[in-house]
Structures are given as C-alpha cells and as structure tokens.
C-alpha cells in the first residue's frame, strides 16, 4: 500500500488544480483519476459545447489556457488543454482508479479502489465532481413514459433525434445550448421552472465569474453580496442559442403537471405527444466513497466550515468543485482556483502541526 502526505480523489479540473499547488508544497501526492485518459467530465460533454468565456478566463492555475481558435473554446480544446497541463507539470495521475471506500485508521485514511487497490494519505481532498450523478426530478408518471430519455450527461449530437418531437427540461445554458442544436433537426418543447433569463448579447462568462467573486468576497467578509438580479444560471448568448432564437425556438412553458405513456399532460388538460426527452436538470455531488466516514449529511453534502473546502466531521478531508455550497463557481475551469489554494494551504498547515 502506497503512503503519501495527501491522497487526491479525481483527476478532472479541480483534482489538477490542485496537483499544481500540492506540487509547489512540496508534499508526496497521488492523484487518483476514475476515467481512462485525461479531460475529467469534458469528455463526456455534447460534441458542439463551447465554453462562454474566452480562453484567458478558462483556466486553471500556473498556464493560461492557449488562445481558441473561434472566440470561446470548444470541448475538443478544453480536453486538450488539461491533457497538456498535466503532462507540462509532470503530475502523479493514475488511472483509471475508481474509489469507492476511504475509512480512518491509525495512520491516517485508507483510500480503496472497487479494484482492490489501497492507497494510505494523512489527508485527502476529494474532487470527484458531480457527473457520475446525474439528477432527474420526479414526475408523476414518469416511469410509464414509454418514449426516448436521456440527460445531458449521456448527450452527444442531436443525429438521434432526427424528425422526433422533443422536449428539452432545463433552463440553464446546457438547456439552452441542446435546445439550440436539437431544434435544427426535430421539433422541440423547451420547459422550464421559471421564465428564461438572458444576458445582453455582448456579455458572456466573465460577468458570470465576477458575481461569483463578489459572492465569495461577501462570504469572507460577513456581509450579503453586491450583484444585481440574476444568478450563476443566466444563459448566455452564445452564437448557437442567438441563431435558436432567431428562428423562433427559444421560447419556454412551465412543466407539466404528469407523463402518460405517449407524453405530457398540462394543468389545464392539454397533453401532447413526446417522442423523447433531454433532461438538463443538473447533477448532484458524487460523495459515495465518502460515506464510511460519516461525513454526509441528510441533504447529500459534507459540512464544510467556512472556509468553504474543509469538511467539519473529518478536518482530514477537503473537498474542491462540487458547486456553490462548496464555494461560489468552484465547478468551473477558472473558479476553482482559489479553492485549490485554500485547500492545499490548509492541508500544509495540518500536516505540519501533526509533524510539530
């Protein structure tokens, strides 16, 4: 069994980010990586996502991310780019590692894979992320839906929804951004919890990035943020979802009240034939290999102190990139960052007292 200062669960953005601070630490690290080759989550995006921030504003830390060949990166340069990164500082991936259990002993945390393989690390940062647990809300008669589902998650191409009548569940950029591709070749429903809101054509990710910062500014400082209406999940007007809206297809209803077998059914007695679903209806934190510390709560998170990335019940264990209870934009390429640091700064400091 291999011993090191800090074992590192995820090789996605957020594992990477911080393998470079760990690195300079000067502290023995492994990172463990679930999928074969690196890219994290990106590698299962749709083939058309591009970010919507430039790339200067999409990465994470030591290198820029080179400049994209159009104004935002696509998933194809996102993969490449953390591909490079960790090859450029030489960092110690293993893959593929899926862990499943990590449990407290003597000398410290025993990291398992479904593998057999152990790993022992006097702390662990688990970066796991939130695509191997994909969300759907419950709807009454879902299960006897006999139409096409997928999510987002699963989402390649709109090839397969060629002439069918699809409904895309989701308000947020991922909704937008399908609901722009499906459209071309089928005919779509978007439904939404609330109305759409869309940034000004000229505004893209960066404002996104600001509020987030301003959000974690207010939270070290003790005061309620100063942004304006809105939130992390304004769609923004990226050249796809300007063209849907062009043709007059990013227009929005609210869900309906059930499913039938052919389809949907509205409050007010309307149902319509659906061939098939895309929920864009978000993910929830993969914590399972964290369970045997009983460090989950009834919610499915970990408590985390207010530092945002130190669990509470386990002061051995950080976790980065999980969403904004894990702190404001640290699931995204450049919001992670920060987090990364605090981290690994903490992680430093714990081992040295242990050491003292």
């Not at 399972?288 to 130190?310: M, P, Q, T």
């Amino acid at each position: 069994m291999e011993s090191v200062d800090v074992v590192v669960v995820g090789g996605g953005q957020a594992g990477l980010a911080a393998g470079y601070f760990l690195r300079r630490a000067g502290l023995s690290y492994v990172i463990l990586d679930a999928e074969p080759s690196p890219g994290g989550a990106w590698r299962h995006a749709w083939k058309s996502l591009h970010l919507f921030s430039p790339a200067e504003w999409s990465s994470i830390p030591g290198w820029p991310m080179p400049a994209a060949h159009g104004p935002y990166p696509d998933r194809a340069e996102v993969i490449d780019y953390l591909t490079r990164y960790e090859q450029k500082y030489t960092l110690p991936v293993t893959r593929p590692v899926f862990v499943d259990r990590i449990d407290r002993s003597d000398e410290g945390l025993i990291v398992s894979s479904t593998d057999g393989r152990r790993w022992r690390g006097r702390a662990v940062i688990s970066a796991t992320g939130t695509w191997r647990r994909p969300y759907v809300p419950p709807y009454d008669g879902l299960p006897g839906f006999a139409g096409q589902q997928m999510h987002s998650g699963e989402y390649t191409d709109a090839a397969a929804f060629a002439g069918k009548r699809v409904a895309i569940i989701g308000g947020g950029n991922s909704g937008a951004q399908i609901l722009a591709e499906v459209s071309e070749v089928a005919e779509t429903i978007w439904i939404t919890e609330r109305e759409p809101e869309f940034l000004p054509d000229a505004v893209d990710g960066r404002l996104l990035f600001q509020r987030a910062t301003e959000k974690w500014k207010a939270q070290q400082e003790g005061r309620a943020p100063d942004i304006p209406a809105g939130g992390f999940g304004d769609i923004v007007m990226v050249a796809p979802v300007k063209d849907a809206r062009a043709r007059g297809v990013l227009t929005a209803r609210r869900p309906p009240v059930c499913f039938t077998p052919e389809g949907m059914r509205w409050e007010d007695g309307v149902e319509q034939h659906i061939d098939a679903v895309i929920w864009c209806t978000g993910f929830r934190p993969a914590l399972s290999h964290l369970r045997a510390l009983g460090v989950i709560n009834d919610r499915g998170l970990v408590a985390v102190d207010a530092s945002r990335v130190r669990s509470v019940a386990e002061p051995s264990v950080w976790l980065l990139g999980y969403g904004d209870w894990n702190g404001a934009a640290s699931a995204t390429l450049v919001g992670v960052t920060r987090y990364a640091r605090e981290a690994v700064n903490q992680a430093t400091a714990f081992l040295a007292a242990a050491d003292a």
